[in-house]
Structure formats: structure tokens, C-alpha cells
């Protein structure tokens, strides 16, 4: 996926040994092919539906440190297909669960879900990790469910076992390389791309936009800090400051300012609903375990047209790369 292939490359250049568990990259255009991540990691194609495949996978990789982003991640897909949704992001994680429970290696486990994991009620400040957890739709309920599964394993299993287990809720993140279908910057692309007009159908729906660094340098800092220690094991809110959290309108015209196009057009189209207003608290993360953003919206839209004009000129692993580096020797947040 697109936030996995931007993790394992950052691993990749770390020099780790990275094993990759994953449906087969759907699509003429992903990332994972883009960037030839296949040549440098160990590479296995499977469900993680799956149970018996999936443990096969973990006995041949013997992993100590496990990132679990596998999901059904597109809201609207998660109307269409409530059932695989849930099969997907809640036995998904069950069966991760599962395996890392059994593996008798892994020391440090972290599950990724989303921001939408709460009860949504409208507020306008940030939700907090003891809040509610109760997605409305299939997508959020199911990522609701999939922390709970989580909660459970270590209560019953993963605190005897002395792995440490966290779990991420990581608000919107944008970047290069994003080709899913119904997310804005994708569309924004593909739009810019073919000279057509970029529909918005909830223009007012306000976001914690992140570039996709953003959050993997949260993930990575979390699977580090409670490797060494597990005191810093728990539940973390992932997402950019309070002035970044912004419309859907915002992120079209600072994407057309930094790109030149497509033109906008607002068309409610009566679909199934979304949440309207929805941001995060991250003081816990950031007292914690001292993290902090450092690309502000502005940065993050200039680093995904960056990158996907570098795409089109045939240069997207050196962007992609270029990038990362940036990313981790800026100290400075812009």
C-alpha cells in the first residue's frame, strides 16, 4: 500500500531487514512498483485473512519488530463492501495478533489504525486516546473494533509475554505516490492529470491533513522507544498541529497553487456519510515520546506535487528517497 511502501523504503535506507506481508498491488500505477521496493525486501504476496499462510509467514521471518497496516482503508468501499471490511480489518488484526502472539520473537508490535476510531460528535477541539471508541460507518467501526482486539491481547497475552504493544490513530496523511480512488489529493492528481475538473463533494469537511512522513516517523519512533523499553507502550493520537487540520476546499486550492491545476467544482452528491469535523490531540505523543510535526499543510502539498512531477519525468525513486532524507534532517518544524 501507499503508506507501506513509503515505510519500507525508509527501512530499507535505514538498512533493516524487512519482510513484507501483502495482497499483490492493485492497479497499472502503485508505489510498491514504482519505487522497486520488491528488489530489496523479502517479499511475500498473501490475505491476511489467511490465518495458516500468515503464520507460515512469521516462522520463515521471525520478526522482532512488527508493523501492522494492513486494511480495507477507503471509507466509501466500506459501504460497498461491509463484510470484507470487517473480515479484513478485524480478523485481519485478529490473526496478526495471533501470530504475534505465537512467534516467540517479536518484541515490539504496533497496530495502525485511523482517527476515525472515535465517536464522532462534532466537537471542534481534538479528540484525546481515553475517548469513546465507536466508528459510525463499516471502515471506522471496523478499525474501532480492530483496537479493541488489540486491548484484549495485551490484557490476556502480550504484557505476560513481555511484548510491547502500541497502537497508532493517525489522522489523514497525503503524499506522493497515493493512487486510491475517493481521497482528495489522489483525485487532485488524477484530475490535474487528465485536464478535468476536481469534483468536491463535502467541500467544508475539515481534516488532520499529514504528509505521509509525518506519521511513519511517529510509527517508527513508537516501535523504537517501546523496543527499548515498554513503559512507552500504549495508544497514540498521530496527527499534524491544529492550524493543519483543515477543509477539503483548503487542501483543492493549495494543491491548484502549488500545481496550477485542476479547476474546482462543488457538487454535492447525497452519499453515504462521512464525518464533517474531525481532528486530534497529540499531547500525549508529543510529551511522551517527544515527537513533534514538522511539515506544516503548505509543505505537504509542495512535497506531493514534488514528487509527482518527478513521477512524470521519470524520476520517482530519487524524489521519493530525496525526500525522505529531508524529512528526517529537518529538526525545524515549517
Known amino acids: 500500500g501507499f503508506k507501506g511502501s513509503w515505510l519500507t523504503k525508509i527501512l530499507i535506507m535505514a538498512g533493516a531487514e524487512v519482510y513484507g506481508y501483502s495482497l499483490p498491488p492493485e492497479g497499472e500505477e502503485n508505489l510498491f512498483d514504482i519505487s522497486k521496493i520488491d528488489e530489496s525486501i523479502k ?17 520463515d521471518a521471525k520478526p522482532e519488530i512488527v508493523f501492522h497496516l494492513a486494511a480495507q482503508p477507503i471509507v466509501r468501499d466500506s459501504y460497498e463492501r461491509p463484510r470484507y471490511t470487517y473480515e479484513t480489518n478485524v480478523m485481519g488484526t485478529v490473526n496478526v495478533c495471533e501470530c504475534v502472539r505465537e512467534s516467540g520473537t517479536v518484541r515490539s508490535f504496533l497496530n495502525v489504525t485511523t482517527d476515525k476510531v472515535y465517536q ?99 510509527y517508527l519512533l513508537i516501535g523504537k522507544r517501546q523496543y527499548e523499553d515498554h513503559k512507552f507502550a500504549g495508544f497514540y493520537n498521530v496527527g499534524p498541529n491544529d492550524t493543519d487540520a483543515v477543509t477539503t476546499l483548503k487542501i ?63 524520476h520517482a525513486i530519487e524524489i521519493m528517497e530525496k525526500e525522505i532524507v529531508e524529512y528526517f534532517n529537518d529538526r525545524q518544524r515549517r
Open 120 to 218: 464522532n460528535n462534532e466537537w471542534e477541539w481534538g479528540y484525546r486516546e481515553d475517548e469513546k471508541l465507536d466508528g459510525y460507518d463499516p471502515y471506522s467501526n471496523s478499525k474501532s473494533c480492530s483496537e479493541l482486539v488489540t486491548h484484549s491481547y495485551i490484557n490476556s497475552f502480550f504484557r505476560d509475554l513481555g511484548i510491547a504493544t502500541s497502537t497508532a490513530r493517525a489522522g489523514n496523511v497525503i503524499g506522493g505516490g497515493d493512487f486510491a480512488r475517493d481521497r482528495i489529493v489522489p483525485d487532485l492528481v488524477r484530475a490535474a492529470r487528465s485536464g478535468q475538473k476536481i469534483t468536491l463533494r463535502n467541500p467544508d469537511s475539515t481534516r488532520p491533513y499529514q504528509h505521509v512522513l509525518e506519521a511513519l516517523s511517529a
Open 252 to 314: 483543492a486550492k493549495l494543491f491548484q497553487e502549488k500545481y496550477g491545476k485542476p479547476e474546482i467544482e462543488i457538487k454535492p452528491d447525497g452519499g453515504p456519510h462521512e464525518a464533517n469535523y474531525l481532528k486530534l490531540d497529540c499531547s500525549k505523543i508529543k510529551s511522551k515520546l517527544g515527537w513533534a510535526p514538522k511539515w506544516d499543510i503548505d509543505m505537504a502539498i509542495e512535497k506531493t506535487a514534488e514528487w509527482t512531477y518527478g513521477y512524470l519525468e521519470g
Open 43 to 59: 517479499s511475500f504476496y498473501g490475505d491476511i485473512r489467511d490465518y495458516e499462510s500468515l503464520k507460515k509467514f512469521f516462522e
